[in-house]
């Protein structure tokens, strides 16, 4: 069909410890043997001295750990990986910029009851969990995430209920965290039922990396739950094509056979996906999985992730590769969660060359200047 192709992540590291079948395909399995310590991960992987000091130093803020099927995607010795560098700790992450903040989109001042943020008029971002199954060294909320860092995340479940029934102009839930996914089924089931019992939430969406870091969590039981609660919507977070593997393409496919309709939220990082190559063959990859890219943000300004940003200038340059070069459906809207807690706001390149009341100037995705000139209404003459 394509030269696009899906790889399996198994057996990899692994292959010499004739893990059962069920094992290595039960999240429980994956969950109790993930990748942690500095002695686990040098087992596998030659690290270079910033990777090592990073693992011994950045314990207290964001905790390390990767799933067996995460861990096979790292190259053996390349620094540069670009999966590598989304989950093993660096030296850098303990130098912080005078830009950066702990809470650069303002999260905790939107907060109108602990773990609910209220930014917009109509949603609401609903903080359900701390945990994830791995950790990405540029979390957006690394000051909560992982349970290591002093500050912690603590949801007044009943009162944000409560605050969501007695705010009618709240039609859309955004679970997220953490990760909602890694709660069992009957748990979610729970939550979901309650947030669908209330008559003016239109529907629900769960941004999950599961999908990406723990395909095996994504079961026909899980499915099935699901289902229950349409419309709903799972925003996934994929950054380059290689976490697309045959056990992600086909944990994909169970969720949208059972309707679930799904986005997907990239973070534009250093050397992992900061190129026109990389974003096509990753969401024309992603449309393959029936997933329509949603957002491709720009790294927000978080403490000790100055070596995985990119320039905005980077962002616009792929946006402006990407349309017109391949399927308008593949192509992520660029958003900056603007510092401060303004909330997302697009960026995109310039199309406009000029313009003025009669004519607008345009230029197309090869360069090619068309001109659009503004019809005057003139009273037709009785
Ligand atoms: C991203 C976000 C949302 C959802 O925004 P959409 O543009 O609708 O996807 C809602 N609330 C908060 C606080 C957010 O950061």
Redesign the pocket.
């Given at each position: 069909m394509s030269n696009i192709s899906f790889t399996s992540s198994a057996p990899g590291y692994w292959a010499n410890e004739n893990i059962p079948h069920e094992d290595w395909n039960s999240a429980k399995w994956q969950l109790k043997n993930r990748v942690s310590s500095l002695a686990d991960i040098e087992k596998h992987l030659t690290l270079c001295e910033e990777e090592r000091a990073g693992i011994l130093l950045t314990g207290t803020k964001l905790a390390t750990a990767i799933t067996p099927h995460y861990f096979n995607l790292i190259h053996p010795t390349d620094p540069d990986c670009p999966i590598r560098r989304q989950v093993i700790p660096r030296i850098e992450e303990t130098h912080t910029d005078p830009s950066e903040m702990a809470d650069p989109?303002g999260?905790d001042s939107?907060m109108p009851v602990p773990g609910l943020?209220?930014?917009?008029p109509d949603?609401?971002?609903f903080l359900v969990t701390d945990r994830c199954a791995s950790y990405c060294r540029y979390c957006t909320r690394s000051r909560v995430v992982s349970g290591v860092s002093d500050q912690k995340l603590e949801t007044q479940w009943d009162m944000a209920i409560d605050y969501l029934k007695k705010t009618p102009q709240v039609r859309?839930v955004?679970l997220?965290g953490g990760d909602p996914l890694l709660f069992s089924d009957v748990k979610l089931e729970k939550l979901l039922s309650k947030l669908h019992a209330i008559p003016h939430i239109q529907f629900i969406?769960i941004g999950s990396r599961i999908p990406i870091f723990l395909p095996q969590r994504i079961t026909p039981e899980l499915c099935a739950t699901l289902r229950k609660f349409h419309p709903l919507f799972i925003?996934i977070h994929t950054n380059h094509p290689k976490e697309l593997t045959t056990e992600v393409h086909e944990a994909l496919g169970r969720l949208a056979d059972a309707g679930v309709m799904m986005?997907n939220q990239s973070v534009l990082l250093d050397k992992v996906n900061d190129s026109v190559d990389v974003q096509r063959e990753l969401v024309q990859k992603l449309l393959m999985c029936r997933v329509r890219p949603?957002?491709l943000y720009q790294g927000d300004l978080i403490e000790g992730t100055a070596h995985l940003r990119t320039s905005i200038s980077k962002g616009i340059e792929i946006i402006d590769g990407l349309r017109g070069h391949t399927s308008g459906y593949a192509i992520p809207q660029y958003?900056v969660?603007a510092p401060g807690g303004g909330?997302?706001i697009p960026i995109n390149p310039e199309y406009i060359v000029e313009s003025n009341e009669e004519r607008t100037v345009l230029r197309n995705y090869e360069g090619k200047e068309f001109v659009y000139s503004e019809s005057k209404l003139v009273p037709h003459p009785l």
């Open positions: 989109c999260e939107h943020v209220h930014r917009y949603r609401v971002l859309d955004l997220s969406r925003s986005g949603y957002y958003v969660d909330g997302k």
